[in-house]
């Protein structure tokens, strides 16, 4: 089953390969793959071209959770997800918030990080001097590539040379710091590195007493410095709910996340849900989901033991819930001025910069975050849950209206089971 | 621009309000939602009914990864990503190491875990003898639920409880431990942790002196028991290259691992570029890639420090490669069994246990790292990126074949920019 030169087989050939290798020829399997082609043929090989031996576009559904009034401003967030109930927490979320001030941010810093990797094995101070002589003419050599981004408010804020030999025998980095404006600034972080190193390694050949070597040059998808805050607050009585007060409904809800803050077990699960809300944005604006992934989940890490993104307090009176998150997105580059749905969701949110963009996905994960919290320190998350997987079923078995009505009556007040819904509506 | 009832509203009345609200009334915006409805008015319905307020679909590429031998068979792996590159990375990964025995998998172990997060102010050791006592009955109390579970060869395999006063006042667990068979399992665990809370809390109403709450019943995310291990190995001499001896190639390639090893900037970059190709799958398969995503991450910082996920060394002349990820994913529940092209992808993979898409996707990730790993020890990763990223200009730019075969034989030597392509294809 090996093959040579798939790459550059046609779609229909790749299929078709593809059918007779794996899937006994049967018509019916093209079929699936074909029916989500789009029939204009000019907007399929857009799709196609995205990435590389394309057969078919795979659909998320793209839903909306309107009411998110953040920083004054009231926003309907485009959402990309596989996962029920998301959409509808973080719509049910933003609304309880809408009249109680909505989602405050603040945008600590937007600095990203990029370094050259290299061994060295003469002396550190060899190194030291030699940086210091050559660090004008490093910058000089990327001047060039970074004039567009200096335009745009941004470019090289700083580079240093870092000693590691602590952690590796001879390991050093020369470590840039960027400001990227409104892109995510990979390919710009990486041309620019990759500038540098050639300039350094030609130095370092005429300059340096011993041998160095460049092990890689590539921009950190870790940016700490590129940092959001987002809070709700209101007075701990309006929390109150049918079974209990405002005052115990806050003092449970804070314990929850102490729980997330104290238990790496319950942290990745609580912070797996702040994800849930920014990750549907992070899709539906064509951003990178595993670089924001990566970067949040090592920031919950930081401290030696994986924590809470979010916490919670009372003070004077007042309910606090906050999150603090590193988010290094683009408005501009990438995938963003070319899928057209991409477009769409930029234009909905009124054509966002970077740092709004951040604004508006760490509200989102907030949002999640706290209807997650509220769902299981009340009726938990399973009652919710079911109701959308009964919606799921309900497909699945292709259910008439009427018979949709009959069960969501029917388990309004019982567990869903496929066995039963089965049962009920007469299926085998 | 606050809406009540915006779930209520027909589709059109959603996109109409939307409209009016956010972009000023424009025929054009509809007409981008609209181009992606399916033309077949029940698979549409199908995928609307995946989430909430659903308004169009977001096509991501769906592509094909072939050659990749694992333990021995050979696979064409399906992928879902918005990311340029990763489809031709683990492609071209996979061909090098199928005539080198493939990839080699093992499954550590598929255990799952959900807890029972309580306060109980009275002594310990009253709550130790409680548990000893109700133990048999909590697991009676999901009998039922776990009867199918069984069938298919899972089920509740321990329960335990902790104490965690140590790192918060009164603060307990009932720790279960789940097998659960083909299924990602969240469904069940939780339906599971909630009915047995309900028996714990009304045992402990009637048998324990001090006062017991319950804060919350939920699956962890975090599986570090239920780990897959993925290696490859060659002759270091099968390595060599133009430029370098496999001797050289394998140090440096080893020195590159070491610094992701003992750098979190690397690290997280590094595990990012694995879970590029997992998600991937994890995408086409119809699985959670944000339970993936927090899992993998919180795995890697299990140490205090986060850390590579993968290694590699050097013995009795091979080189050998490997990555030890925790997995939890599944090939039946949530939308595999009703998103046509999840079905379709479960197919295309010979229809897998959940152990066996582990194998799948940890072999993706390890491809993946070799395919970064070997760009940024040899040329840098700009020169594959800048062509795949030419290819998305090009397409934006709606070049016609000429103007394609122009610009890529002109960029064949240079640094792709915009300014230079415009300039060449003398657009504006």
Same mark, same amino acid.
């Given at each position: 089953?090996?093959?040579? @030169? ?25 079929? %699936?793959?074909?029916?989500?082609? $789009? ?32 920083? @004054? ?54 190194? %030291? ?5 050559? =660090? ?15 335009? =745009? ?63 890689? =040059? ?51 699960? $609580? ?32 401290? @030696? ?29 990438? %995938? ?67 018979? =949709? ?24």
């Amino acid at each position: 089953m090996q093959i040579n @030169g798939f790459s550059k087989l046609s779609k229909k050939d790749k299929i078709n390969w593809l059918l007779k290798t794996y899937l006994y020829d049967v018509p019916e399997a093209a079929q %699936i793959l074909k029916q989500y082609w $789009h029939n204009d043929v000019a907007l399929q090989t857009l799709h196609d071209s995205f990435i590389e031996n394309t057969i078919s576009n795979f659909y998320l559904p793209y839903g909306i959770a309107p009411n998110f009034l953040i920083d @004054g401003k009231t926003y309907a967030l485009p959402m990309v997800t596989e996962e029920s109930s998301v959409v509808a927490a973080a719509s049910k979320s933003a609304k309880f918030w809408q009249d109680k001030g909505g989602f405050k941010t603040q945008v600590i810093d937007t600095i990203k990080t990029g370094h050259i990797h290299f061994i060295y094995e003469g002396e550190t101070a060899d190194l %030291i001097i030699f940086f210091r002589e050559h =660090r004008a003419e490093l910058l000089a050599s990327v001047a060039d590539l970074q004039m567009n981004m200096q335009k =745009r408010g941004g470019g090289i804020k700083d580079i240093n040379l870092i000693d590691r030999t602590d952690k590796l025998a001879h390991y050093y980095q020369i470590e840039f710091k960027f400001d990227t404006a409104d892109a995510m600034g990979a390919n710009f972080i990486n041309t620019v590195l990759e500038e540098a190193a050639e300039t350094l390694v030609k130095a370092a050949e005429v300059q340096l007493p011993a041998k160095l070597t460049i092990l890689m =040059r590539i921009l950190s998808n870790y940016t700490p410095d590129c940092l959001v805050k987002v809070s709700v607050s209101c007075p701990v009585s309006d929390l109150a709910q049918d079974s209990l007060s405002g005052e115990a409904y806050a003092q449970k809800f804070i314990q929850a996340v102490a729980v997330a803050k104290v238990e790496p077990y319950r942290a990745v699960t $609580h912070n797996k849900g702040i994800m849930n809300g920014i990750d549907a944005v992070v899709l539906a604006t064509g951003n990178d989901f595993r670089a924001v992934e990566a970067n949040a989940h090592a920031y919950a890490a930081k401290s @030696g033991v994986y924590t809470s993104l979010s916490d919670a307090k009372i003070e004077n009176g007042y309910f606090y819930f906050y999150l603090e998150i590193p988010l290094a997105v683009g408005t501009v580059g990438g %995938i963003t001025a070319i899928h057209p749905l991409v477009k769409f969701s930029l234009q909905l949110l009124q054509n966002p910069s970077a740092t709004d963009l951040m604004r508006l996905m760490a509200s989102a994960g907030l949002a999640q975050n706290f209807a997650a919290l509220n769902s299981l320190i009340t009726g938990g998350i399973q009652i919710g849950h079911m109701k959308m997987h009964l919606n799921n079923l309900l497909t699945f078995l292709k259910a008439t209206e009427a018979e =949709r009505q009959k069960a969501q009556s029917y388990f309004s007040d019982k567990k869903v089971s496929f066995k039963d819904l089965k049962k009920l509506l007469q299926r085998d």
